[in-house]
């Protein structure tokens, strides 16, 4: 599939990255269908009463049991959130 072109803000001004799509469509996968979003590349998930749309604010390593292993904890600022009120 192709690249889908996507324009991220930073603390420098805008950086302009390409997101690669997976040969594997992990929405179909379980069963669940595709909404774009307005303000971020990765789609909603039609149906759901609520979304949220982020970006990446900050990424924190966590050490893990083993020193050959490490856990990120992620942290989006929210740009966007759509409700259904139905």
Excluded: N
């Excluded at 990446?56 to 966007?80: D, F, M, T």
């Amino acid at each position: 599939m192709a690249a889908r072109r996507c324009w991220h803000g930073t603390a420098g001004g805008e950086v302009l990255t390409l997101a690669t799509r997976s040969t594997i469509d992990e929405l179909a996968a379980v069963g669940l269908d595709p909404l774009p979003s307005r303000l971020v590349c990765p789609p909603r998930v039609k149906g759901s009463p609520v979304h949220f749309e982020c970006r990446l604010y900050q990424i924190v390593r966590l050490p893990g049991h083993q020193p050959s292993s490490e856990h990120h904890v992620v942290i989006g600022k929210v740009v966007a959130v759509h409700i259904d009120d139905d």
